[in-house]
């Protein structure tokens, strides 16, 4: 499993006035829960969860957490950030094991550049992330979605991803995701500038 280390320690405060406290020291209060253990509260420093969230996976990513007298797999279930700073107030970590498949939701990224977009056509992407069931360290970073040969009229759904072994999606199967469509925008310019080049001849030729 694909791990980051972070350390943190056993708070002994519960509630809004110590936590107030830790923040104001530039600490970040948080909880850790799961099958097996008790909620405990936890602090830690925020730099270390924000620079693992910066990974490719993202929220996605499985920590292992160091509480000094035991070390424990999570991941995040729930970031309470600052509306405005966005900086984090409040952290909830999950305890999992590969042993436990997780639902999570990866983001949809396209490669390449399709024929339809190369005709004149434009892409539409309905679908900017999937929701699937896999192992914590089997998540992937993203699901790529190679669109080089659509055509305009051609679309891809659910059940045409190219997903990883052992990963499930549990978005609907028939779901549209992306496709290439007339651009109807460009074509009436088009269908419009040809008219009145026409109109200018017709009248020139009048005259």
Do not use: C, W
Not at 98 to 115: C, F, H, L, Q
């Amino acid at each position: 499993m694909d791990k980051i280390a972070i350390k943190a320690e056993v708070r002994a405060g519960r509630g809004k006035g110590p936590a107030r406290r830790l923040r104001a020291a530039g600490k970040l209060p948080g909880v850790v829960y799961g099958p097996g253990v008790d909620s405990t509260p936890i602090v830690l420093e925020p730099r270390d969860l924000e620079n693992g969230l910066r990974g490719p996976k993202r929220r996605n990513q499985v920590f292992e957490l160091d509480l000094g007298d035991a070390k424990h797999e999570v991941m995040v279930r729930d970031l309470l950030v600052h509306p405005v700073s966005r900086v984090p107030l409040h952290v909830d970590f999950y305890l999992v094991s590969d042993e436990r498949p997780v639902r999570a939701s990866v983001p949809i990224v396209t490669k390449g550049r399709s024929r339809g977009v190369q005709r004149g056509g434009k892409l539409r992407q309905a679908l900017r992330s999937l929701d699937i069931l896999a192992a914590p360290s089997e998540i992937p970073a993203a699901i790529e979605v190679d669109i080089t040969k659509l055509d305009i009229g051609d679309g891809v759904h659910v059940d045409a991803l190219e997903l990883p072994a052992n990963v499930k999606a549990t978005t609907a199967p028939r779901q549209f995701v992306l496709g290439v469509e007339e651009d109807k925008r460009a074509a009436a310019k088009a269908e419009a500038e040809g008219e009145n080049g026409k109109g200018g001849k017709d009248a020139k030729a009048k005259g």
